[in-house]
Structure formats: C-alpha cells, structure tokens
C-alpha cells in the first residue's frame, strides 16, 4: 500500500503565484518529513524538512505547513519562479531505522 | 570530485548481459543507499548499508546484486534483467542510516 500520498501530480502555476503541493500520511511511527527537489538529470536534493512537533517551518519563499492531528503536511512556494521548475517529493522517515518513505512527486512548471 | 558520483549515466543492456553501476560518495559519509525511480512513482529504496554492511533489502529480485567493499563505494551488479527493470537508479548516502540523504545523479537504464 502507499504509505505517504502526494497530489497532485502536476501543476502549473504563473509567475508570481504560490505552489502548493499536498502530502498526506498514514503511519505514525513517523518521525521526519522532508521535501525533496529534483532537476531534470539531477539526484532529488533536501530542500526543506519538518518535525511533528512544529507546526510550520519557513525557509525563504519555502513554507511547510504540518498538520498531526490530519497527518497532513503541505509545501507552499511562495513567488514561484521558473526556476522553481522541477519535480518536488515529500517523504516521511520512520522513527525506527530511519527508513525514508516517498510520495509519488509532483512536476511542478512555473510559466514566465 | 564532490558530493556523491555514479557511472555510467546512462546505460542500454540486453536481457542476457552483465553490467555494473557504481556509486561513490566522497563526503566522508558511513551509510550508502540505492534507490529505483520510475516515471510516476515512487522512490523505491532497494537495498541500505550501513559501515559496509548490508542493513536492508527491499525484497529486491535476485537478479540486482549489491556490493559495498568500503564505506565510500557501493556497486550495484545487473545480470538476466527484465524490460520493467528499465529505470533511473539511485545512489545515496547519509553520515549515518536516518540521516539526511545527499543523493547522486542516477543512472539511466534500459533494457531491452
């Protein structure tokens, strides 16, 4: 079964605009929830991660909203640029092992 | 070289051929990981070391077999593969198993 869902799978989004990508969990022996990017030929790369016990967390135009009592976490890119272009995976870490759990990536295009 | 290196980037085999793909990591790190992409899916985590030693298989086919001589170089060994086996494959390495993962830039493979 899938454990970590991500919707949705792509998105295009304006200049400007905000991107908000959506990833929902089951299993609560989670205990980490990064959000990984990855350019075309490029290994994904950490971009921004959260803990249970927080319920936000901003880095720059880069927002995780979490949500435990939902088991719900969201990216939110705030004045997308084309740069931001690419494809986004949330994940979830198990408390035991550290196992990395992915969600199915969201391709995200920011028109000019 | 910096960060996490694999070779070769791309690669086409036929069913019946034997190929190698190689990982290394130059950032001093104690756990390696490979990873399967395929389009619309999921990372799959196939197999984890961690100091040399094998702490995982995903329950990975017989046919992908895995060698970690040191900490800083993890082989992944291809033999009798199938169409479906045609993917990016990944390489990861962390300071240690549940730490952040930095992620190579994959190999592309066919077969056909």
């Known amino acids: 079964q899938q454990q970590v869902k991500q919707s949705p799978q792509s998105l295009i989004v304006q200049k400007g605009g905000i991107s908000i990508i959506n990833c929902a969990y089951e299993?609560?022996?989670?205990?980490?929830f990064p959000w990984y990017q990855q350019f075309p030929g490029k290994g994904p790369a950490l971009l921004i991660a959260i803990r249970p016990d927080v319920s936000e967390k901003k880095e720059g135009r880069f927002t995780i909203s979490f949500n435990k009592s939902a088991k719900q976490f969201s990216l939110h890119i705030m004045d997308s640029q084309p740069g931001d272009s690419a494809t986004y995976f949330c994940?979830?870490?198990?408390?035991?092992?550290?196992?990395?759990?992915f969600g199915q990536g969201t391709e995200l295009s920011v028109k000019p | 070289e910096t960060g996490v290196t694999q070779t070769p980037r791309h690669l086409v085999m036929g069913m019946t051929n034997k190929k190698s793909l190689k990982c290394e990591q130059h950032l001093g790190h104690n756990a390696m990981y490979w990873y399967k992409q395929s389009a619309k899916k999921p990372l799959e985590l196939m197999f984890v070391?961690?100091?040399?030693?094998?702490?995982e298989n995903n329950s990975v086919p017989s046919r992908f077999s895995p060698e970690c001589p040191n900490s800083s170089h993890l082989f992944l060994h291809l033999h009798t593969l199938q169409p479906e086996d045609s993917a990016l494959y990944l390489c990861?390495?962390?300071?240690?198993?549940?730490?952040?993962?930095?992620f190579g830039p994959g190999t592309r493979l066919t077969v056909l």
């Open positions: 070391y961690n100091f040399k030693e094998q702490t």
């Open positions: 990861a390495s962390s300071q240690s198993v549940g730490n952040e993962q930095f």
């Open positions: 994940a979830a870490r198990y408390n035991q092992g550290g196992k990395l759990i």
């Open positions: 299993n609560t022996a989670f205990d980490y």
